[in-house]
């Protein structure tokens, strides 16, 4: 177990290194940081300035080293864009992206994981068939479009929920809350429900196709055999099982929600890392782009290192192997 | 489906507890496209983000509404030699902390503005320094004869020298040092608002100052002012339509009618200052991304005229900017000190003339060609490169068009890498002696870099210099029109047009649009 964490430990320290020589590269591509720093009527002169107190004269493989070394002391310098500390600036978008995250996971995982236990065994119903095509649509269609379609019919049309932003935030410590309002909670619906809307169809296909395959498999055959109750053998038995590849789907989805969601923090101008990101791209505001990438890159290697350690706890047959 | 009217039914009860509570204090809220980018009024000279600084900060001389100068801090101002301007300051203004203005502070923002880190160069580049002559008198020396400092100086706002000090922002946030600023989050000017909360790219708002020096003519009944930067056209349109907003811009042209027949806001425009254009690489003998084996087609005047008749700006006026357009002859707009509309007759659109000098030439076979334009700096900007491309085709130019972000756009046009691009230009200083400088000299003669397809011709250089130090109106009016005529001569630019502001506005909101896109607060009422 502990040789298994470590190894996969080991293992993320090499994709974080991956992830910052891919966004160092990217760099390159992605403009000249200098016409955004200074006025267009600048001078040469002061361009220049500019361009050597960043850094930006120094060779390739020196600023890739510069950079890897200033992360790893966590040091990730001014964002060009706001003049303030990149560590500040995340921590401040952190909890919006986060708030919505999680509220978009539950609402995936609480609506998709019933809808498709309920699919699967009403499988010929009216509901059923109707549920499925709608969830169709749910795939198919991109957020931003389910996000605008959501603002004109909430927000223009009837005027019940606000089109943009986060409403008023309550600060808790360093994390600012937009839960214990109720413009908070207002302008959490919409943008929650789009970004939402994809995860909660496929968790609700997925749990309805692994559901079906365990009901044919015969450990539930012999169970009904024996007389068990449909509800222990649904959702002790069938349901147990079905959980091992949702798990794994879930955690990635988690991690591509939080990195996802700048769609969604676009369209609703949530003022989370995702709409902070956007603009840094515009802006070429190197600092922010590359400690961001290594945020999400941090996110995705501990779900999935946390995912891992919840098949143990899910799947006996693995402690089973582990032991022997 | 037992969940589904759960959740419908929260909805239901979420809705029913909030609805709208009644009629709220005059508060104004508006959104733009993107944030204001620092609260320290040295940190960028951009255009947006001062524009927004001035209702908390104030400048010794500014511009009205109508865009002409007119007294702010400074009640007076007189040129008393040819390098020194003097400045009679106002007596009795307090900043909002309650602190005394007095010459010391304007001293203090000079050398402020002036230090590393502060990209103030466009405003008080040509100032050699600033003395105090008395408490209420401050001289500003410049290096060179400046006839228009009053305005050049419009968006350098004064500070508060104790507050600086005692909040450790004597100098503005350098990039190469990794230490915060207190001015770039908090504020404390001697405007007409005073800056309530800041949480950047979240919302800022800003209170009305009781104590303003200005309060006994003021203009405004709004008390506060809420601004929310939203970056995505559709939501800052739905947002205005719901009516969560008194005012937003840019309104996106695509959304201009769907808004006018709401019945809920209008679309409020007027010619912009920002003038578009396409320029040419005139330097090289070869061009770099075009696959012409010959020599650089853009060196012969008669490829240049090809393509200037082969641009029908009408069809763009129309069809691609949906009327929200001016075409234009010249590289700056009616406002900017300098223009002369006599010289605003553009070349006619002919293709049939155009394929005539292409031949002429020696290109009646036409060529292909590289065209560069930003794809998110200016109203459909990559539209009408589309469209350009369409209208060069037919002339049997193929132009393969490379549209790309701003910041890799105006980085490539900076170390003029580019052979033929879109430009936009707004003199900083609302006087065609700026674009002179930077749009029409070498950067061997002082050319800044924004001169994309580094045009020179002599002439120009030689008047560009008389022009800097003439303090005649009519002499230097003269010299500018010359230059122009050069330009247009040699066929240096085609220009295109100046797009539209274009602001969506709640109805029973007034506003004020300067044609510099600034929002004055100080101009806003609320019925």
């Given at each position: 177990?502990?040789?298994?964490?470590?190894?996969?430990?080991?293992?993320?320290?090499?994709?974080?290194?991956?992830?910052?020589?891919?966004?160092?590269?990217?760099?390159?591509?992605?403009?000249?940081?200098?016409?955004?720093?200074?006025?267009?009527?600048?001078?040469?002169?002061?361009?220049?300035?500019?361009?050597?107190?960043?850094?930006?004269?120094?060779?390739?493989?020196?600023?890739?080293?510069?950079?890897?070394?200033?992360?790893?002391?966590?040091?990730?310098?001014?964002?060009?864009?706001?003049?303030?500390?990149?560590?500040?600036?995340?921590?401040?978008?952190?909890?919006?992206?986060?708030?919505?995250?999680?509220?978009?996971?539950?609402?995936?995982?609480?609506?998709?994981?019933?809808?498709?236990?309920?699919?699967?065994?009403?499988?010929?119903?009216?509901?059923?068939?109707?549920?499925?095509?709608?969830?169709?649509?749910?795939?198919?269609?991109?957020?931003?479009?389910?996000?605008?379609?959501?603002?004109?019919?909430?927000?223009?049309?009837?005027?019940?929920?606000?089109?943009?932003?986060?409403?008023?935030?309550?600060?808790?410590?360093?994390?600012?809350?937009?839960?214990?309002?109720?413009?908070?909670?207002?302008?959490?619906?919409?943008?929650?429900?789009?970004?939402?809307?994809?995860?909660?169809?496929?968790?609700?296909?997925?749990?309805?196709?692994?559901?079906?395959?365990?009901?044919?498999?015969?450990?539930?055959?012999?169970?009904?055999?024996?007389?068990?109750?449909?509800?222990?053998?649904?959702?002790?038995?069938?349901?147990?099982?079905?959980?091992?590849?949702v798990l794994t789907v879930v955690g990635l989805q988690l991690g591509s929600i939080i990195a996802f969601s700048l769609i969604t923090e676009t369209v609703f101008q949530w003022p989370g890392l995702g709409l902070m990101f956007i603009s840094a791209v515009f802006e070429v505001d190197v600092p922010i782009i590359s400690t961001y990438l290594l945020l999400v890159a941090l996110f995705f290697v501990s779900i999935n290192l946390a995912v891992?350690?919840?098949?143990?706890?899910?799947?006996?047959?693995?402690?089973?192997?582990?032991?022997? | 489906?037992?969940?589904?009217?759960?959740?419908?039914?929260?909805?239901?009860?979420?809705?029913?507890?909030?609805?709208?509570?009644?009629?709220?204090?005059?508060?104004?809220?508006?959104?733009?496209?993107?944030?204001?980018?620092?609260?320290?009024?040295?940190?960028?000279?951009?255009?947006?983000?001062?524009?927004?600084?001035?209702?908390?900060?104030?400048?010794?001389?500014?511009?009205?509404?109508?865009?002409?100068?007119?007294?702010?801090?400074?009640?007076?101002?007189?040129?008393?030699?040819?390098?020194?301007?003097?400045?009679?300051?106002?007596?009795?203004?307090?900043?909002?902390?309650?602190?005394?203005?007095?010459?010391?502070?304007?001293?203090?923002?000079?050398?402020?503005?002036?230090?590393?880190?502060?990209?103030?160069?466009?405003?008080?580049?040509?100032?050699?320094?600033?003395?105090?002559?008395?408490?209420?008198?401050?001289?500003?020396?410049?290096?060179?004869?400046?006839?228009?400092?009053?305005?050049?100086?419009?968006?350098?706002?004064?500070?508060?020298?104790?507050?600086?000090?005692?909040?450790?922002?004597?100098?503005?946030?350098?990039?190469?040092?990794?230490?915060?600023?207190?001015?770039?989050?908090?504020?404390?000017?001697?405007?007409?608002?005073?800056?309530?909360?800041?949480?950047?790219?979240?919302?800022?708002?800003?209170?009305?100052?009781?104590?303003?020096?200005?309060?006994?003519?003021?203009?405004?009944?709004?008390?506060?002012?809420?601004?929310?930067?939203?970056?995505?056209?559709?939501?800052?349109?739905?947002?205005?339509?719901?009516?969560?907003?008194?005012?937003?811009?840019?309104?996106?042209?695509?959304?201009?009618?769907?808004?006018?027949?709401?019945?809920?806001?209008?679309?409020?425009?007027?010619?912009?200052?920002?003038?578009?254009?396409?320029?040419?690489?005139?330097?090289?003998?070869?061009?770099?991304?075009?696959?012409?084996?010959?020599?650089?087609?853009?060196?012969?005047?008669?490829?240049?005229?090809?393509?200037?008749?082969?641009?029908?700006?009408?069809?763009?006026?129309?069809?691609?900017?949906?009327?929200?357009?001016?075409?234009?002859?010249?590289?700056?707009?009616?406002?900017?000190?300098?223009?002369?509309?006599?010289?605003?007759?553009?070349?006619?659109?002919?293709?049939?003339?155009?394929?005539?000098?292409?031949?002429?030439?020696?290109?009646?076979?036409?060529?292909?060609?590289?065209?560069?334009?930003?794809?998110?700096?200016?109203?459909?900007?990559?539209?009408?490169?589309?469209?350009?491309?369409?209208?060069?085709?037919?002339?049997?130019?193929?132009?393969?068009?490379?549209a790309q972000t701003k910041s890799k756009f105006f980085g490539r046009l900076t170390k003029h890498e580019v052979d033929f691009f879109m430009m936009g230009w707004i003199p900083d200083d609302l006087d065609a002696g700026s674009v002179i400088a930077h749009l029409l000299l070498p950067p061997e003669e002082g050319g800044l870099a924004y001169n994309g397809g580094r045009y020179g011709n002599p002439r120009i250089s030689e008047l560009s210099?008389?022009?800097?130090?003439?303090?005649?109106?009519?002499?230097?009016?003269?010299?500018?029109?010359?230059?122009?005529?050069?330009?247009?001569?040699?066929?240096?630019?085609?220009?295109?047009?100046?797009?539209?502001?274009?602001?969506?506005?709640?109805?029973?909101?007034?506003?004020?649009?300067?044609?510099?896109?600034?929002?004055?607060?100080?101009?806003?009422?609320?019925?």
């Amino acid at each position: 177990m502990l040789q298994f964490v470590i190894s996969r430990l080991f293992q993320s320290i090499i994709v974080m290194i991956g992830v910052a020589l891919v966004s160092f590269a990217v760099f390159n591509f992605a403009g000249d940081p200098v016409t955004n720093l200074v006025g267009m009527q600048s001078t040469d002169e002061k361009r220049e300035e500019v361009r050597e107190s960043l850094g930006l004269n120094d060779s390739v493989p020196e600023q890739f080293f510069n950079f890897v070394s200033r992360s790893v002391n966590l040091e990730f310098g001014i964002s060009f864009q706001h003049r303030r500390l990149v560590t500040d600036v995340i921590a401040e978008r952190l909890p919006a992206t986060l708030e919505l995250s999680i509220v978009a996971a539950l609402l995936a995982l609480l609506i998709g994981v019933p809808l498709g236990v309920y699919t699967a065994l009403r499988r010929d119903s009216v509901v059923s068939q109707f549920v499925m095509s709608l969830s169709l649509i749910g795939v198919s269609l991109p957020t931003f479009l389910i996000g605008i379609l959501l603002i004109y019919i909430f927000a223009v049309t009837f005027r019940i929920l606000p089109s943009f932003g986060r409403g008023e935030v309550v600060d808790i410590g360093f994390w600012s809350t937009g839960l214990l309002t109720i413009s908070g909670l207002k302008s959490l619906i919409l943008p929650s429900i789009t970004l939402a809307m994809f995860q909660m169809t496929l968790i609700m296909r997925l749990v309805r196709s692994e559901m079906l395959e365990v009901l044919r498999t015969d450990f539930i055959q012999f169970a009904r055999a024996r007389g068990l109750t449909n509800k222990v053998v649904n959702f002790t038995y069938a349901l147990m099982n079905t959980l091992v590849p949702v798990l794994t789907v879930v955690g990635l989805q988690l991690g591509s929600i939080i990195a996802f969601s700048l769609i969604t923090e676009t369209v609703f101008q949530w003022p989370g890392l995702g709409l902070m990101f956007i603009s840094a791209v515009f802006e070429v505001d190197v600092p922010i782009i590359s400690t961001y990438l290594l945020l999400v890159a941090l996110f995705f290697v501990s779900i999935n290192l946390a995912v891992d350690l919840l098949y143990y706890i899910v799947d006996p047959r693995l402690r089973v192997a582990q032991s022997q | 489906m037992k969940y589904l009217s759960m959740i419908v039914g929260i909805l239901g009860v979420v809705a029913y507890l909030t609805a709208p509570a009644g009629a709220q204090e005059k508060r104004f809220r508006y959104a733009y496209q993107s944030d204001i980018l620092s609260m320290d009024p040295y940190a960028r000279a951009e255009n947006f983000s001062l524009s927004v600084l001035n209702n908390i900060y104030e400048p010794l001389s500014q511009y009205n509404e109508k865009l002409e100068i007119e007294p702010a801090l400074a009640e007076s101002w007189s040129m008393i030699n040819p390098t020194t301007w003097r400045f009679k300051l106002r007596h009795g203004i307090k900043f909002h902390d309650g602190a005394a203005f007095n010459a010391d502070d304007v001293v203090f923002s000079f050398n402020r503005a002036t230090a590393k880190g502060a990209d103030m160069g466009p405003y008080v580049g040509t100032i050699e320094k600033a003395v105090k002559v008395d408490e209420f008198t401050v001289d500003l020396i410049t290096k060179e004869i400046n006839t228009l400092l009053p305005s050049t100086i419009a968006f350098w706002y004064i500070m508060d020298r104790e507050w600086a000090e005692a909040n450790g922002a004597e100098n503005p946030v350098d990039l190469a040092e990794n230490i915060e600023n207190f001015a770039t989050t908090n504020a404390n000017g001697t405007g007409p608002f005073r800056l309530a909360s800041r949480e950047p790219g979240v919302r800022t708002a800003f209170s009305a100052n009781t104590n303003w020096w200005g309060a006994k003519t003021k203009r405004f009944n709004v008390s506060s002012v809420v601004f929310t930067p939203i970056a995505s056209d559709a939501t800052r349109t739905a947002a205005l339509l719901s009516g969560e907003l008194d005012t937003m811009f840019p309104v996106p042209v695509q959304d201009t009618a769907q808004i006018e027949s709401s019945g809920v806001a209008t679309v409020l425009q007027s010619p912009a200052l920002r003038t578009i254009f396409f320029g040419m690489d005139l330097k090289r003998d070869k061009l770099l991304n075009s696959p012409i084996d010959g020599p650089n087609p853009f060196l012969d005047k008669r490829v240049r005229q090809a393509i200037y008749h082969a641009i029908d700006a009408e069809a763009i006026r129309s069809r691609v900017m949906r009327g929200a357009s001016t075409p234009t002859a010249l590289i700056m707009a009616p406002g900017v000190g300098g223009f002369n509309p006599e010289l605003n007759k553009r070349l006619p659109y002919d293709p049939d003339k155009s394929k005539k000098l292409l031949a002429d030439a020696g290109y009646g076979n036409g060529f292909e060609l590289q065209m560069e334009c930003p794809n998110d700096r200016f109203v459909n900007d990559e539209q009408i490169c589309q469209v350009v491309t369409n209208m060069l085709a037919k002339i049997g130019i193929k132009v393969n068009l490379l549209a790309q972000t701003k910041s890799k756009f105006f980085g490539r046009l900076t170390k003029h890498e580019v052979d033929f691009f879109m430009m936009g230009w707004i003199p900083d200083d609302l006087d065609a002696g700026s674009v002179i400088a930077h749009l029409l000299l070498p950067p061997e003669e002082g050319g800044l870099a924004y001169n994309g397809g580094r045009y020179g011709n002599p002439r120009i250089s030689e008047l560009s210099k008389k022009i800097n130090v003439e303090s005649d109106p009519a002499k230097r009016q003269a010299m500018m029109d010359e230059v122009f005529r050069v330009m247009q001569s040699d066929v240096a630019y085609i220009p295109l047009h100046q797009q539209a502001l274009s602001w969506g506005v709640r109805k029973g909101v007034s506003v004020a649009q300067r044609a510099d896109n600034a929002l004055l607060y100080k101009y806003i009422n609320i019925k």
